[in-house]
């Protein structure tokens, strides 16, 4: 497609469980993001790859929180054992080049 | 560690009134400035940037940012708002040379027709 695309775009989990959200980066983009916003914040940065390395994640809350683009294409967040403050949407952006970036719709968890 | 504050939280606005949206970061060395903006239920979209040059830059709809170092501001303006505008903005600030944007907590704006 022509944006950058995340599933799924709802994410219900129980407290406890672990879970796993994909984003798809625009065709050809080198950067790629994570971010997380909770209510009525803005989004705060989780991680960064180039290509398929991890050069930055230095915003991951903690060790439950992994995060890997083995190809240089898709990425997946995994979230581990997911607590209510985990509680968000997710959002993936991607970038020819930083520091501009083209989000997509976001993947939003609710950990009950 | 950076931050950006957006004052205003929620703006109420009616057609053809003027707008203008305050945005302030705290780091002091070369930035790299964006305002996003996100419709209801869609995703971020980038409004406008500046990285160089003349301080005030125009975006897309009509908006408009001017860059003043002097008060580390990135301001949003657009003379006549329209009823589509109603959205959330967001500022984001880029450290010169890091890969993340900082964002601030964002300003809803509703235009009343």
């Known amino acids: 497609g022509a944006g950058v695309s995340q599933s799924p775009r709802y994410k219900v989990a129980k407290r406890g469980q672990d879970v796993a959200l994909r984003c798809d980066p625009i065709s050809g983009h080198v950067s790629l993001f994570w971010y997380q916003q909770a209510l009525g914040q803005g989004p705060e940065f989780l991680t960064y790859?180039?290509?398929?390395?991890?050069?930055?994640k230095s915003g991951l809350p903690s060790d439950r929180f992994f995060a890997e683009r083995p190809e240089g294409s898709v990425s997946t967040l995994k979230i581990q054992r997911t607590q209510q403050e985990d509680s968000a949407v997710y959002l993936c952006a991607s970038s020819p080049g930083v520091p501009e970036a083209f989000f997509g719709q976001g993947t939003r968890l609710t950990v009950v | 560690a950076q931050s950006v504050s957006q004052h205003n939280h929620h703006v109420i606005l009616s057609e053809a009134a003027s707008l203008e949206l305050g945005c302030n970061y705290s780091y002091g060395g070369t930035v790299n400035l964006f305002w996003y903006v996100q419709y209801p239920g869609q995703h971020l979209q980038l409004l406008l940037k500046?990285?160089?040059?003349?301080?005030l830059v125009k975006g897309i709809k009509g908006f408009e940012a001017e860059f003043i170092k002097s008060k580390f501001s990135f301001n949003l303006r657009k003379p006549s708002v329209q009823w589509s505008d109603t959205a959330e903005y967001f500022c984001a600030v880029n450290e010169d040379g890091a890969n993340n944007l900082f964002f601030g907590t964002g300003t809803r704006l509703t235009v009343i027709p």
């Open positions: 500046y990285f160089s040059g003349d301080p």
């Open positions: 790859f180039q290509n398929e390395a991890q050069l930055d």
